[in-house]
């Protein structure tokens, strides 16, 4: 089945206290993005990435970290968390040139 | 980013009416998209736009790209319980991946 996973789901943590959100995609799509959603905010990309090796920042890219190494990962790196990022992150993917983006079933994320 | 006026942010609504939501911006681009988000799931595309007057159809889903190239709406008729959810617009630049997405209407379909 071709899918969008992201894992943890949920996730509870202390500030300042490293974390990392995986995500992976078995559709051999180049393009994946990362966004988070808050209420009243809508969608807010975080960081994308075109291609193995090549990132960019997206509309609110501070205090996140990214890599592709691999074509079918993207993990979302928090070096150090605070409260402000408490969020529902949603991972996503799509074929080059396409916009028909497959989100993953997001993770919630809490930062105290 | 631009910013997309999304509206109306939300919608309460008998079974069997029809919906009308629209997003504006100030900015010309170059493609649609809608997408709609289920209670406790990722978005999923509904329609996507690619030219200004286009108007396309998706089931009871009808959506129109402006010809103005700076708005959108999106209508469903006949609403059934199963519309309930957050419907966002967003956008993308020419040549650009990077996708913008509106602050979403919440739908509530009351049986």
């Known amino acids: 089945e071709a899918q969008v996973t992201q894992n943890p789901r949920y996730l509870i943590t202390v500030t300042g206290k490293k974390l990392t959100v995986t995500c992976s995609q078995n559709m051999n799509h180049e393009y994946m993005s990362w966004y988070r959603q808050d209420p009243g905010l809508g969608l807010r990309q975080i960081y994308y990435s075109m291609n193995v090796e090549v990132t960019d920042k997206g509309d609110v890219p501070e205090g996140y970290k990214v890599s592709r190494k691999e074509k079918r990962n993207f993990p979302l790196i928090l070096e150090s968390p605070s409260p402000n990022q408490t969020s529902l992150y949603f991972c996503?993917?799509?074929?080059?040139?396409?916009?028909?983006?497959?989100f993953g079933p997001g993770t919630r994320l809490t930062v105290t | 980013g631009q910013q997309l006026n999304q509206s109306p942010q939300s919608m309460f609504i008998q079974e069997g009416e029809d919906v009308s939501m629209n997003c504006t911006s100030s900015?010309?681009?170059?493609?649609w998209l809608w997408y709609k988000q289920d209670p406790g799931e990722g978005p999923v595309l509904l329609i996507a736009l690619y030219k200004a007057g286009e108007l396309t159809s998706n089931g009871r889903l009808t959506a129109q790209f402006g010809i103005t190239r700076k708005d959108s709406f999106l209508n469903i008729s006949a609403s059934i319980p199963s519309d309930v959810g957050i419907y966002f617009c967003?956008?993308?630049?020419?040549?650009?991946?990077?996708?913008?997405f509106g602050k979403g209407t919440k739908l509530s379909v009351i049986p």
């Open positions: 900015s010309i681009f170059n493609t």
């Open positions: 996503a993917s799509s074929w080059d040139n396409s916009y028909e983006q497959y």
């Open positions: 967003a956008y993308s630049g020419a040549g650009s991946y990077q996708l913008t």
